[in-house]
């Protein structure tokens, strides 16, 4: 199974742009930092991911500093890229 879930903030938002279907695509940059539990440790965590939304989804109004949960899946960038790429499938506010 390939699903991520992520409380994140917007740090960085390009400019929407769209594909030759019409799709709505939206490329940004999230930003976790949160304490996690590991091997009964407690571990800060400080991580900035990049993301997609494709679709729908991508015509919301979001801007920098908006703090969501963000739910979708890993993908590589292209085939010949090995740099992963989130793409959000589901916003909470």
Not at 13 to 40: C, F, I, M, W
């Amino acid at each position: 199974m390939n699903q991520v879930a992520l409380l994140g903030e917007i740090v960085h938002l390009e400019t929407k742009r769209y594909t030759p279907a019409g799709l709505s695509v939206l490329s940004l940059r999230l930003r976790n930092e949160s304490q996690q539990d590991e091997a009964n440790l407690n571990r800060i965590v400080n991580v900035d991911i990049e993301a997609v939304i494709i679709g729908k989804l991508a015509d919301e109004d979001l801007k920098v500093g908006d703090k969501f949960s963000f739910t979708g899946f890993l993908d590589k960038r292209s085939k010949k890229s090995n740099q992963i790429v989130f793409h959000v499938t589901e916003i909470k506010k």
